[in-house]
């Protein structure tokens, strides 16, 4: 962890301190080596939460992008279960910021937990999921701006993140295999809903600046109104997909029947147009 109770104030690991772990109350001692970000530490490296994981310099940008006492707020379950979240803001909002892999049981059992949960992940680790993206975004049907209907999330995104009860929020920001074409994916945050049990999957675009700005300001993420937003314009664009294929049959059925009707006259009028 990167913060630990050292005299009764909230303190960054610094060389010489000795500190007492927030959640379990045990010394912890601080490391501020050359290599890993400056920490706490439990002795025997054990860690009193079996959900924490060691922290990156991806993890620390992120969550000094909050005031350091949103930082590491310990939760309580109703069974007296307990857990450090990495940011938990004024509003209720609880994030995650997850750049290791994690199995989907475990996800699940952090969903369940925190009931006001978004996750942000990073999508550095693994050198295929850039490409991976870019080419499964050749089949996203963009909306309206900054909202897409994703019809092969399972080639998209790493199976962990699919079918989530909250909002993922994906960070390709240093991933392997960045070319020219990549770059309007790494500059902003992807932001996959939930899917509702007849919906597509929905994803949004999200200005990094913008998501910190609302993250600070809105007891829920995305907030209300934007996802009001989002599902008034899907189902419009539904509703107008809808029908577009209905003129497409129709007209199709029209040319059939011409073509029963005088087959020898009948010639070819190129496709009917969707
Ligand atoms: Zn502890």
Known sequence: MRFAHVGGDRRLASPGLVGVCPSCEVAVIPKCGPIRVHHWAHRGDRDCDHWWEPRTEWHVRWQDQFPAVWQEVIRYGPSGEKHIADV???????????????????????????????????????????????????LFRRVDQGIYLVPNSREAFPATWLSCRAPVFFDFEGAPGLADETKSIVAPLWCLLPTTNDGETVL????????????????????????????????HWEQAERRRAARFW???????????????KWRPRGPARF
């Open 204 to 235: 949004l675009r999200f200005n990094r600046d913008d998501f910190v700005r609302l993250a600070h300001q809105s007891a829920q993420m995305p907030p209300a109104r934007v996802l009001q937003r989002v599902t008034a314009t899907v189902s």
């Open 250 to 264: 129709r007209e199709f059925a029209h040319r059939a029947k011409e073509r029963d009707r005088n087959p020898r």
């Open 88 to 138: 938990h803001t004024p509003n209720g909002l609880t994030i995650e910021f997850q750049y290791s892999h994690m199995r989907a049981e475990e996800r699940a059992a952090r969903e369940a937990f925190y009931s006001n949960l978004i996750w942000v992940v990073a999508c550095t680790r693994l050198k295929t999921a850039l490409p991976r993206f870019a080419a499964a975004g050749q």
